[in-house]
């Protein structure tokens, strides 16, 4: 569709962003407002068609830019559900108390998320499942994953 973005939500709940009116989108070097004037939804991702943005060249520039939703609008999340924000750069330590590092990043991987751990420069990919995640404190920033048996040098 001519002048029309894909948005990719990493969240089950794409109508927060499809009914948003106006999209704040976080680039490299700034942050845009733009006016949506259309939306189109499809399964995990929509397309939006954005005021002043009325060709491929102008859509490219957007490209990578990280949609930015308020606090305020975010969905109510179940038990046992983390917006990714809220976990990286909580400590991870085992249940036996030995520090793994700091969680840094998230990686969406459809069935389930990979959490990447930063122990002082390497990196321990933990699958987020109940196998391995014992405990999530958001408000103490605290993670406390299985013992890390076979995942450290």
């Given amino acids: ?19 948003m009116k106006v999209l704040r989108i976080r680039l490299v070097k700034d942050v845009r407002n733009l006016d949506v004037e259309k939306v189109v939804v499809h399964d ?17 520039l957007l490209s990578g830019g990280e ?14 559900e983390y917006y990714i924000d ?18 840094s990043e998230v990686w969406p991987q459809g069935h389930h998320d990979l959490w990447v ?18 405990s999530v404190d958001v408000e103490r920033h605290l993670i406390v994953v299985r013992t890390l048996d076979g995942l450290r040098n």
């Fill in 1 to 19: 569709m001519r002048g029309f973005v894909k948005v990719v939500t990493e969240s089950d709940d794409s109508a927060t962003v499809a009914s």
């Fill in 44 to 60: 995990r991702w929509l397309s939006m068609k954005l005021a002043g943005v009325d060709d491929r060249d102008t859509a490219a």
């Fill in 67 to 80: 949609v930015i939703v308020p606090r305020s609008e975010l969905a109510e999340l179940s038990d046992n």
């Fill in 86 to 103: 809220d976990l990286v750069g909580c400590r991870v330590v085992t249940e036996t108390g030995e520090e793994a590092g700091v969680l």
């Fill in 117 to 134: 751990v930063d122990d002082d420069g390497k990196e321990i990919l933990i699958p987020a499942v109940s196998e391995h995640i014992r």
